[in-house]
C-alpha cells in the first residue's frame, strides 16, 4: 500500500469531489463547516501564550497528578 502525503490526498479528494451528488456534497460540506467551527485555528502567538501560562501553573503547583486524576475520574461514577 502506498502512503501518500497529505498535499496528494487532498489534491485525489478534490477530484473525487467533482463527481459526487448534490446531497453527499451538502453533507460533506457540512462536516467541513463543522470540523472548521469546532477546531479553529490559534495563531503562534496565542499558542506560545497558553504554553507560557501552563509552565507558570506548574511553576506554581496547580496541577493533578495523574493519581489524583484517577480518583477523581472514580468519584464521577458515584455521583
Given at each position: 500500500?502506498?502512503?501518500?502525503?497529505?498535499?496528494?490526498?487532498?489534491?485525489?479528494?478534490?477530484?473525487?469531489?467533482?463527481?459526487?451528488?448534490?446531497?453527499?456534497?451538502?453533507?460533506?460540506?457540512?462536516?467541513?463547516?463543522?470540523?472548521?467551527?469546532?477546531?479553529?485555528?490559534?495563531?503562534?502567538?496565542?499558542?506560545?501564550?497558553?504554553?507560557?501560562?501552563?509552565?507558570?501553573?506548574?511553576?506554581?503547583e496547580e496541577f493533578?497528578?495523574?493519581?489524583?486524576?484517577?480518583?477523581?475520574?472514580?468519584?464521577?461514577g458515584k455521583r
Amino acid at each position: 500500500m502506498m502512503v501518500m502525503d497529505l498535499n496528494a490526498r487532498k489534491y485525489e479528494f478534490i477530484q473525487q469531489l467533482v463527481n459526487v451528488n448534490e446531497a453527499l456534497f451538502e453533507e460533506l460540506e457540512d462536516v467541513l463547516k463543522k470540523g472548521l467551527k469546532d477546531n479553529p485555528r490559534i495563531s503562534i502567538e496565542q499558542y506560545n501564550q497558553e504554553i507560557d501560562e501552563s509552565v507558570a501553573q506548574i511553576e506554581r503547583e496547580e496541577f493533578y497528578t495523574h493519581e489524583e486524576v484517577g480518583e477523581r475520574i472514580k468519584k464521577w461514577g458515584k455521583r
